[in-house]
């Protein structure tokens, strides 16, 4: 089934605009909402050049709408720091953009939020928003990769001295590992199209030690953890990945799905394919779960690609 090109939208929350690019069907299933890392943008789901590497696009084949968005920070919102210094008002604006770029569009089952690396951040404060608990109830399932509880040896001294105007040495290897996972066009740079947002720099400090946890021990949907075979960042070993199981501990289901043949990037390289199958494969069950519970047991399963 061939789909069109993701469409660029930018909408007005609370006087902030917000981008993303959206490939939207007439009657979706569900709504899919992307949300990519750091120092990068929407276009890291839609892989430039290479059409079968698109989440949006795999997405739409598949009978999804889907909105990559640009994170708070990120795209046209980066010039606006002030309105989205403190989680909440992320959270708001987040969730303001996906309404007002819905519509009133159908939005069939509900939203799933895939998430990237920072983008792990939003999309767990997201699901467990208790401020509008409407609005998380929503949310029928998790895809979180590019991130963990700790860090690989090097990483930490090398994140520690990263700035806004700085990527200190061995960063983009670490990111980038191995070269030959990736197309030619993305190792140029091509999806590197931020400096980042200044609230990361201590997000980012935060996440491992205290935030990750606290956020994961709230979720109440179904998750899927994924990491990649080559990851760098991250430790994945056995110890680290049934550490993160543990977190979510209310989470009727949670997931370890290892991917083959991948680096860090899962989206953006040659394995980015079968990556979003599986992550799609997972939407499936999580609409399952919520149309017919008694078909999809309370389970944690550790899956090696």
């Given amino acids: 089934m061939s789909v069109a090109a993701p469409r660029p939208r930018v909408v007005n929350v609370d006087g902030v605009p917000m981008s993303a690019l959206v490939a939207a ?18 276009q890291y789901f839609d892989c430039p050049g290479h059409p079968p590497l698109s ?32 989680p909440g008002q992320r959270v708001d604006l987040a969730y303001g953009a996906v309404e007002r770029i ?7 089952a509900g939203l799933f939020v895939v998430a990237h690396s920072n983008g792990c951040e939003l999309a767990l404060r997201m699901a467990t928003d ?19 509880r700790h860090y690989c040896e090097p990483v930490h001294d090398i994140l520690a001295a990263a700035r806004l105007d700085h990527r200190p040495p061995g960063l983009r290897e670490l990111l980038w590992y191995p070269p030959q996972l990736y197309p030619a066009n993305v190792l140029t740079g091509i ?17 491992p030690r205290h935030d990750f946890p606290a ?35 209310a989470s009727p289901r ?4 290892r991917q083959l043949g991948a680096g860090h990037n899962l989206s953006l390289g040659h394995a980015a394919a079968a990556y979003h199958l599986k ?8 609409l399952l779960a919520r149309q017919h519970p008694a078909a999809v047991g309370l389970t944690t399963d550790v899956e090696d690609g």
């Avoid at 999806?191 to 935060?206: I, K, L």
């Avoid at 992550?279 to 999580?286: D, I, R, T």
């Fill in 25 to 42: 069907v007439p009657h979706p299933r569900a709504v899919v909402l992307a949300l990519h890392g750091g120092g990068t943008t929407s």
């Fill in 55 to 86: 989440l949006l696009r795999t997405g739409a084949a598949l009978g999804f709408t889907v909105i990559a968005l640009d994170r708070p920070g990120y795209g046209s919102s980066a010039l606006y720091p002030e309105a989205m210094a403190h």
């Fill in 102 to 108: 819905l519509g009133e569009q159908p939005r069939g």
């Fill in 130 to 148: 208790g401020r509008r608990p409407r609005r998380s109830e929503r949310v029928l399932g998790i895809e979180l990769a590019g991130t963990g």
């Fill in 191 to 207: 999806t590197n199209a931020s400096p980042g947002a200044p609230y990361e720099q201590t997000m980012v400090s935060d996440w």
């Fill in 215 to 249: 956020l994961a021990a709230k979720v109440r949907v179904p998750v899927q953890f994924s990491y990649a075979e080559h990851e760098k960042v991250w430790r994945s070993d056995p110890p680290a990945l049934a550490e993160i199981a543990a977190m979510f501990s």
């Fill in 254 to 257: 949670f997931v370890i799905n």
């Fill in 279 to 286: 992550v799609f494969s997972f939407v499936e069950e999580c």
